[in-house]
């Protein structure tokens, strides 16, 4: 009963209780007469027993009644849940000493004296069947509140996971994406570590197999200065384009030519391979000999075993460099610890990892001044480099120049990352933080990215800012260098 | 008359000088051994020797470089030079632009690196017997 709805329209039930069978007939006639359902009670007891079996929506109680009196009978409605709710009003006798404390006190919400008014009567009737009515409404919308509360509050949990699974999705794609380019930064060392490799086992041949006729044929100054070749190239650390490579190698040609030394053009290409381009009259007689091609190919494969090395070496930092970029990215941020950080060196590793767009034609500028080891979220901000790198670089359609600067500024470290596209066009600046915001036809990008950079950004305290004009993009995020971790480590 | 020439052509320093090492062990002294490390720095050497009179018989060139790409470098070579046996070796495969050098250049083969030592020096003689 207690969630029945008071309808306007449904007429009220109100119980009439009072042990004198006149005062009882006159108000169930007035009460009928106006329209309600009325049920009469000549004692408590009845009273009681009628509560539990009708619906009741007021009760007009006596207060004066044998063995029990209306307080007694109000007070155990009161303490009943079931009819708790039921508004009471007293009825007393004009000579009675009505207790207006007692009648509240017992849960009574009014009273009429005897005789009453009619219109009185039915006035405070409806006041209270009214106030109860809208009770009951309010009772009811609050627990719509509070289931819609909970829908609510599930939503916002489903979007929340949504959301981190979009972002985890967002990386994903990306990373995907670099794969592709990256499956050729690391082909390139492996192709030069293979062939090193393999011209290195075809010297170690060469040289077992011309060492021991050497060693027999050849006097100890010939062998000597064979060596002398070799550590010369060996020693050469100069590192000259192919252009420049070639010009050298013309003026060694001309050299050897007018010190008569045959086939020279081979001679100097040889030499130039070994990266030899001085001091060439002291290794004449080596290049005179009769044997001279097979001598200087022996100093040509003593020094290529270390050329090879070198090359070997090389290659595998460059591929470490791309793995270690790779898996920085890739590297779950479940985390959420802050962490000392070079800056730079992240920028850096995200760098590495767009090589190859890079290489289609964009010229890297990197203005770096020095700043110190901040605490903050690496992995997280790798997400925003990626984000902004990729951006500018897809701005440039992968042809222009990326300019990134590093300083700090105030407490802050300042990164700005510049671009030569097209820019962003004045009306939706305003517009491209925002989540699910995109200028990338469906299914390219969820429109997240920046989104995602500027929580992350905000998350370090931070804030991040645009500016824009045709040939010239900047975004530039400023990160607290004050950021702590936790003292009770 | 002068030696004929095999040009090597990659923007890594790395790979150019292991390349040219390989070849010239497997293929001796008969040819010269050029290298460039971009497609127009190739084309000059090439526009050099014709000046020159000398003969380019091969050319082994990588696909992703800066500036003009490789199938690019290639159809240009065979629009002056049709006679030059072509190689891409290449650490991605772009396989439309492979597909055009293939088409417009009469790419003899599109090698991947790694590769194999093996691999390349059948394929560079493959393509000199051609000749």
């Known amino acids: ?489 | 008359m002068s030696k004929p020439v095999i040009l090597c052509v990659d923007d890594e320093a790395v790979i150019l000088e292991s390349l040219k090492a390989q070849l010239r062990k497997a293929l001796g002294s008969s040819y010269v051994y050029e290298v460039a490390q971009d497609a127009e720095e190739a084309l000059d050497i090439i526009d050099e020797l014709n000046e020159d009179d000398v003969s380019i018989l091969l050319i082994v060139s990588d696909w992703l470089m800066p500036g003009m790409k490789g199938d690019e470098f290639m159809i240009r070579v065979h629009q002056k030079f049709p006679n030059i046996v072509k190689i891409l070796l290449t650490g991605q495969a772009d396989q439309k632009a492979i597909d055009r050098a293939y088409a417009a250049a009469n790419l003899h083969k599109c090698l991947f690196k790694p590769w194999s030592e093996k691999e390349l020096i059948e394929t560079v003689k493959s393509g000199l017997e051609k000749l």
């Open chain 1, 1 to 489: 009963m207690n969630d029945m709805v008071l309808n306007a329209d449904e007429p009220a039930n109100i119980l009439v209780v009072d042990d004198t069978l006149a005062n009882l007939q006159l108000l169930v006639g007035i009460l009928t007469k106006h329209g309600y359902k009325v049920r009469p009670a000549k004692d408590g007891v009845q009273a009681l027993s009628a509560t539990q079996i009708i619906p009741v929506d007021l009760i007009l109680l006596d207060i004066n009644m044998p063995e029990m009196d209306g307080y007694e009978v109000c007070t155990k409605l009161k303490s009943d849940p079931k009819t708790r709710h039921i508004p009471v009003i007293f009825i007393s006798a004009l000579n009675d000493v009505l207790d207006k404390v007692k009648a509240f006190g017992v849960g009574g919400v009014d009273y009429v004296t005897k005789p009453f008014q009619v219109e009185e009567v039915l006035a405070r009737v409806e006041t209270h069947l009214a106030l109860q009515r809208l009770q009951n409404n309010l009772q009811l919308k609050n627990t719509e509140l509070a289931q819609t509360n909970q829908e609510l509050a599930n939503t916002l949990n489903r979007l929340q996971a949504t959301q981190e699974e979009l972002i985890q999705s967002e990386k994903m794609a990306a990373l995907g994406q670099l794969i592709a380019g990256i499956a050729h930064e690391v082909n390139t060392p492996l192709g030069a570590i293979r062939s090193s490799v393999s011209n290195i086992s075809k010297y170690l041949e060469e040289i077992f197999e011309d060492l021991p006729r050497f060693v027999d044929t050849l006097s100890a100054k010939e062998i000597q200065l064979i060596l002398k070749i070799a550590l010369c190239s060996i020693n050469n650390k100069q590192l000259f384009s192919a252009k420049d490579s070639r010009k050298i190698k013309r003026a060694v040609t001309r050299e050897l030519e007018e010190m008569g030394v045959p086939d020279a053009d081979t001679i100097a290409d040889t030499l130039s391979d070994m990266k030899i381009s001085e001091d060439i009259e002291s290794f004449l007689p080596i290049l005179t000999h009769p044997d001279s091609t097979r001598m200087l190919e022996f100093a040509y494969n003593l020094s290529g075993l270390q050329r090879g090395t070198n090359t070997i070496e090389t290659a595998v930092e460059r591929a470490s460099k791309v793995v270690f970029a790779l898996k920085s990215y890739a590297h779950s941020d479940q985390k959420n610890e802050l962490f000392k950080t070079n800056l730079i060196v992240g920028i850096d590793t995200i760098l590495t990892l767009y090589q190859n767009s890079i290489k289609h034609g964009v010229e890297v500028v990197q203005n770096y001044a020095e700043i110190p080891l901040i605490y903050c979220y690496p992995d997280e901000l790798n997400q925003v480099w990626t984000n902004l790198i990729h951006n500018a670089i897809q701005a440039m359609d992968n042809k222009g120049m990326l300019t990134i600067d590093v300083t700090q500024e105030r407490g802050f470290a300042k990164i700005s990352i510049t671009d030569s596209g097209k820019g962003i066009p004045e009306e939706i600046k305003d517009r491209i933080f925002e989540p699910f915001f995109t200028t990338k036809p469906p299914g390219e990008g969820s429109g997240l990215g920046l989104d995602i950079v500027r929580k992350i950004v905000k998350k370090h305290l931070g804030e991040i800012e645009v500016t824009s004009v045709p040939g010239k993009t900047t975004f530039t995020v400023y990160l607290s260098m004050n950021l702590q971790p936790d003292s009770s480590s």
